[in-house]
């Protein structure tokens, strides 16, 4: 529910990338919690998926706060958003590397694993 709400907030309004991403964090979040409880220790690296986002917000502010790039003709500093947007997305993609290798290694039919739903 909260990664659909993000993702067509991000379909719907792009420019609000910071916001929406919250709620698609809120989603992993959720996920990662399931894994630590399946994994323990070995999830350490699924917590990109989760912080990703969080992770986001305040360095934009950081860097909008600090003037980063010039001013566009909408009053925005377009190279923070792009700074933040870019360690934002690489963060999540170590997340969803771990995530990828764990899934892979998953046997199906296990009932030991969970299910999100």
Do not use: H, K
Request: include cysteine; aromatic fraction near 12%.
């Amino acid at each position: 529910m909260l990664f659909g709400l993000g993702a067509a907030g991000m379909v719907v309004a792009p420019w609000a990338w910071v916001l929406c991403g919250l709620f698609i964090g809120g989603a992993f979040l959720a996920a990662v919690v399931q894994c630590r409880e399946v994994l323990g220790r070995a999830a350490w690296p699924l917590w990109g998926t989760a912080l990703a986002w969080p992770i986001g917000l305040p360095l934009y502010a950081v860097l909008n706060a600090a003037g980063l790039g010039p001013v566009d003709e909408y009053g925005d500093r377009p190279a923070a958003g792009a700074l933040a947007f870019s360690v934002t997305a690489g963060v999540l993609v170590i997340g969803l590397v771990a995530l990828g290798g764990w899934l892979a290694m998953e046997r199906t039919g296990s009932t030991r694993y969970f299910a999100l739903a």
